[in-house]
């Protein structure tokens, strides 16, 4: 693991890193911030943030206004990238931004010319939590994931798929429902195929339908001016699928935020707070 | 005044402004952020805060952290941008970082080619202040200054020239000294010529020393695994020189922090907060 950069905020250390991954196949890189409640050498919560499509580590790293509220509860927060780059990984064929380079979905593509590299699932699952617990102050045992949009939705997929390994879970803006909305029907037909049986496994909203469980209770956050939130969103979809399932799930409309890390950086605070009282 | 983009954030609003600048002859960008408490109709205190070398208004409107601590104390944020940009603007002849476009050193330049559109003296000190106050609620008797490095230069010189418009003055990492280090060489050189006479005025240690006082106190924070510390910030010199003419300034070398937006964003509550006592 090659350390890319590090420099203190907020009291702790925030760090950039790459590494080659056996998931995907290329030189993956993530951001670290280590709170100071580490330098008394206890293993700390830690929180994984799964960003939206277009971003790398950057996005929330320097705009998410994360690390105060971790300096304050003692949480590890990282933030991966959400594709495999480099030389040799397909892209959308039309360059898009809703598929291929920084859109990976949080999926194992099936399909090709995806499968390759497209490990997204096994990399935020598997790979980049040993990684981290190898070479920072975590206790792997709370671990708590969340994300934002694409994000949100690798989140609520992964921690309702992994309850005993992510042990608590909120989402900004998630797509909820990725079979019922186009960026889904896009991604998951690009990466697993036209089966859409397959695609149950990749759609929280099918997950609870299908019996699936979470740790614990559920904290979304959307703002009700989110330009995507009738077409691509639709988080009323989950709520109801929660609701049916005695799924335990908090949907809050946060009136007049946006998309954007205006409305991400605004609640981060309530969600690493969320986090920190679970874990 | 055209908006570029609005949103809201932390219960207020964030917004960037473009307008064509009388005092630089270019189209001029800012943000600014709005806090809730306007929505009762009050006019509120203002901070500006000036970019160092190479930004935008965009750094710290993403990176700065401010958001929150202004709408804890009802205080509204202006970001302007560094220099003059556009078609016919000189640059640097070797387009260096620290001199013409990203780099205008908050002076009015007297060189060829510089002296057309490098006022962002004027631009600061009369411009935006009165554009501010004819579209924004706030009250600018009312107003303070704060900026880093380089803006953290024209934080001190106007703070110092100007102590009944901004009647509360801090700086993150400033540059104390143009006139004993090579920032400063170049870039008073460059723009006000080689009569060192000149520069003093844009020099604040040479200001406090020529009889110059701020509105009251002065905060600076510095860290001191800033790269820059030796070479061209030099805070020592400036509290020397306050030291002498009985100025009360507080410098807080702050313990393994950088020259980034990780050390700003660390320490941007306290100076909202010592901004928000003092307006």
Same mark, same amino acid.
């Not at 039309?94 to 598929?99: I, L, T």
């Not at 194992?108 to 699932?121: D, K, L, S, V």
């Not at 990725?178 to 998951?188: E, M, R």
């Given at each position: 693991?090659?350390t890319?950069? #590090?420099?203190?905020? &907020?009291?702790?250390?925030?760090?950039?890193? @790459?590494h080659?991954?056996? $998931?995907?196949?290329?030189? /993956?890189?993530?951001?670290?911030?280590?709170?100071?409640?580490?330098?008394?050498?206890?293993? %700390?919560?830690?929180? %994984?943030?799964l960003?939206g499509?277009?971003?790398?580590?950057?996005?929330?790293?320097?705009?998410?206004e994360?690390?105060? @509220?971790?300096?304050?509860?003692?949480?590890?927060?990282? =933030?991966?990238?959400?594709?495999?780059? *480099?030389? *040799?990984?397909a892209?959308?064929?039309?360059?898009?931004?809703?598929?291929?380079?920084?859109a990976?979905?949080?999926?194992?593509?099936?399909?090709?010319?995806f499968?390759?590299?497209?490990? /997204?699932?096994d990399?935020?699952?598997?790979?980049?939590? $040993?990684?981290?617990a190898?070479?920072? !102050?975590?206790? %792997?045992?709370? /671990?708590?994931? #969340?994300?934002?949009?694409?994000?949100g939705?690798?989140?609520?997929?992964?921690g309702?798929t992994y !309850?005993?390994?992510?042990?608590?879970l909120?989402a900004?803006?998630?797509?909820? $429902?990725?079979?019922?909305?186009p960026?889904?029907?896009? $991604?998951?037909?690009?990466?697993?195929?036209?089966d +859409?049986?397959?695609? +149950? @496994?990749?759609?929280a909203?099918?997950?609870?339908?299908?019996?699936?469980?979470? =740790?614990? =209770?559920?904290?979304?956050?959307?703002?009700? =001016?989110?330009?995507?939130?009738?077409?691509?969103?639709r !988080?009323?979809?989950?709520?109801?699928?929660?609701?049916?399932?005695?799924?335990?799930? #908090?949907?809050?409309?946060? !009136?007049?935020?946006? &998309?954007?890390?205006?409305f991400?950086? #605004?609640? /981060?605070?309530?969600?690493? +707070?969320?986090? @920190?009282? +679970?874990?």
């Amino acid at each position: 693991m090659e350390t890319v950069s #590090t420099s203190k905020a &907020h009291g702790g250390t925030l760090s950039v890193h @790459a590494h080659e991954s056996a $998931a995907t196949g290329t030189k /993956m890189t993530f951001s670290v911030f280590v709170p100071p409640q580490a330098e008394s050498g206890a293993k %700390l919560p830690v929180l %994984l943030y799964l960003s939206g499509l277009t971003c790398t580590h950057a996005n929330v790293t320097e705009k998410g206004e994360y690390r105060r @509220a971790c300096a304050e509860h003692g949480i590890v927060f990282i =933030a991966p990238d959400t594709s495999p780059r *480099g030389e *040799g990984v397909a892209d959308d064929p039309a360059g898009a931004y809703d598929f291929g380079l920084g859109a990976g979905f949080y999926v194992n593509a099936t399909q090709e010319p995806f499968a390759r590299h497209y490990r /997204m699932w096994d990399y935020v699952a598997e790979e980049l939590p $040993a990684l981290v617990a190898a070479n920072f !102050p975590v206790d %792997l045992s709370r /671990m708590g994931i #969340t994300g934002h949009s694409m994000g949100g939705h690798g989140a609520l997929t992964l921690g309702l798929t992994y !309850p005993e390994r992510f042990r608590s879970l909120s989402a900004f803006a998630p797509i909820v $429902a990725p079979g019922q909305v186009p960026w889904g029907h896009k $991604a998951l037909g690009g990466y697993l195929g036209e089966d +859409r049986a397959a695609w +149950r @496994a990749h759609d929280a909203t099918a997950l609870v339908e299908d019996g699936k469980r979470p =740790a614990g =209770a559920i904290l979304i956050d959307q703002g009700d =001016a989110d330009g995507f939130l009738a077409e691509q969103l639709r !988080p009323a979809l989950f709520a109801a699928a929660c609701e049916k399932a005695g799924v335990d799930v #908090t949907v809050r409309l946060q !009136p007049g935020y946006d &998309h954007s890390y205006n409305f991400i950086s #605004t609640f /981060m605070e309530d969600h690493i +707070r969320w986090h @920190a009282e +679970r874990l």
